[in-house]
């Protein structure tokens, strides 16, 4: 055994409990319900980031407020791809976007949507299948700063070539590179695919709705809280939906609860798609 | 080490390139009177589909599925982290799972999953790391090592990727450096 530095030093259940009192407390943020694993690592990384002890981590969340929209940000996990799990792109497409076709407007809401790649992936989705026109997507996020970039619509040429594959396995015509705008190392998704987009700040955990909705998506957000949060922003997403609205949670994520599952229809049950039912 | 490994209530497997035959002959061995949780960690592309499970609990004679989120944690089943998440523990009988940043360019990432398997778990894993070519692994399974679990790593030497299993000797994660026939023996006590 070696004695190691502070890096070797894990948070206690009870420091992390003080951070999630301090953070309710002073910014209003609520992450009792976050589930513990996840939210520990990110702690850790934050204070491993930024060379913080505990005690200087506690002290810049009471006195910075700088610090806290960034603290937000990494403590929220924003990695994000688009056409991530192009299967359920895929399954939208033949499933789903043909019922919304038959809809007057389609208002789409991508919640957790961190810098837009879902999004704009939709949007595309959206273009190729004729719905674009009569489409409005909303994208809402905790965290101001990652809506900032996704209203800005550019990314970095390297990382839309990633999506590439993705894109392909999605089996959408042409290439992803189709709806960007190359300029040097930076894409910028085309004007059309941004028209009816809106980005807007939505705490999942204390707001309530806002629209109603045909479609909301919600992927990888799930695996982040606890099971009692789960069901509560179930409800949230079931008030949200018109009748026989669909719900599209994380591939990995299915509604557990027997309440909730009684008032979804299981459409895809591979790419968690849900249906509304009752009312 | 026979004791440690029979005391043990967690097997934690973790493999990259070079480790598939190895896990898929492990998968093959176990049967109900293992009396231990699997979790088997293995790198793999995003997009390609469960291939990889459906092989495994074609063959497996115990529970197989992969993890998903929330997902419990039962005795007897062998548990394959999906690809493109970190599957983490999140208490004794509940994983989590996390889309977070790539580890060693992994994910899953052996060290995400051995690092809060020795948090929670802390002396009651035996952790075997096989065959890759990356430095994934060794991190977590230092931790695991310091908190009293059995931790094992297949012989460079034999291992067709030697360089996982080198990185975690030279971090002194190591309790037992095994040969591939030794891990087995063990595996079947």
Redesign the interface.
């Known amino acids: 055994m070696t004695g190691d530095s502070t890096e070797e030093r894990g948070l206690t259940s009870a420091e992390i409990t003080d951070l999630i009192n301090l953070v309710k407390r002073i910014h209003g943020f609520d992450f009792s319900g976050y589930s513990k694993a996840s939210l520990k690592r990110r702690l850790t990384r934050i204070m491993q980031l930024k060379r913080l002890e505990f005690y200087d981590l506690k002290h810049m969340l009471i006195n910075d407020n700088a610090f806290f929209q960034h603290f937000l940000e990494e403590v929220t996990v924003n990695v994000t791809e688009m056409f991530r799990d192009p299967l359920f792109y895929k399954a939208l497409n033949s499933q789903v976007l043909p019922y919304l076709s038959t809809y007057q407007h389609v208002k789409i809401w991508s919640a957790g949507c961190s810098t837009g790649e879902e999004v704009y992936s939709l949007a595309i989705l959206l273009k190729e299948s004729g719905l674009q026109s009569k489409s409005f997507i909303y994208g809402t996020d905790i965290n101001t700063e990652v809506l900032k970039e996704a209203k800005r619509g550019i990314f970095s040429l390297r990382k839309i070539k990633s999506y590439a594959e993705n894109y392909q396995y999605s089996s959408l015509p042409g290439t992803i590179t189709d709806h960007f705008t190359i300029l040097y190392d930076a894409a910028t998704i085309h004007t059309e695919l941004r028209q009816n987009t809106l980005f807007s700040v939505h705490n999942l955990i204390s707001d309530n709705v806002f629209n109603e909705f045909q479609l909301i998506s919600c992927r990888n957000v799930f695996i982040y809280f606890e099971s009692h949060l789960q069901e509560k922003i179930l409800d949230l997403f079931y008030r949200s939906l018109c009748p026989l609205g669909f719900l599209c949670l994380g591939s990995k994520e299915a509604i557990r609860s027997d309440s909730f599952k009684k008032r979804f229809k299981t459409i895809n049950a591979k790419e968690n798609i849900y249906q509304k039912i009752g009312t | 080490m026979i004791k440690r490994w029979q005391e043990s209530k967690v097997l934690l497997l973790g493999g990259s390139a070079g480790s598939f035959k190895l896990l898929f002959r492990a998968v093959k061995y176990f049967t109900p009177s293992l009396n231990k949780t699997v979790i088997i960690i293995i790198h793999r592309k995003k997009?390609f589909?469960s291939e990889i499970e459906k092989l495994f609990a074609d063959h497996s004679r115990m529970y197989l599925r992969e993890?998903?989120?929330?997902d419990s944690i039962d005795n007897n089943t062998i548990y394959i982290a999906?690809a493109?998440?970190h599957t983490?523990?999140?208490?004794e009988g509940q994983f989590?799972?996390?889309?977070?940043?790539a580890v060693w360019y992994s994910k899953p990432s052996i060290d995400?999953t051995f690092e809060?398997a020795a948090?929670?778990f802390k002396n009651n894993c035996t952790a075997i790391l096989l065959s890759g070519a990356n430095q994934d692994g060794a991190n977590g399974l230092l931790k695991l090592r310091?908190q009293g679990s059995l931790t094992i790593v297949q012989n460079p030497a034999e291992a067709e990727m030697a360089d996982m299993p080198a990185a975690a000797i030279n971090l002194k994660a190591a309790d037992y450096i095994l040969n591939t026939e030794e891990i087995f023996q063990l595996l079947q006590i």
């Open positions: 997009n589909l993890v998903g989120d929330k999906p493109n998440y983490l523990i999140e208490n989590s799972l996390d889309v977070s940043e995400v809060s948090e929670v310091k």
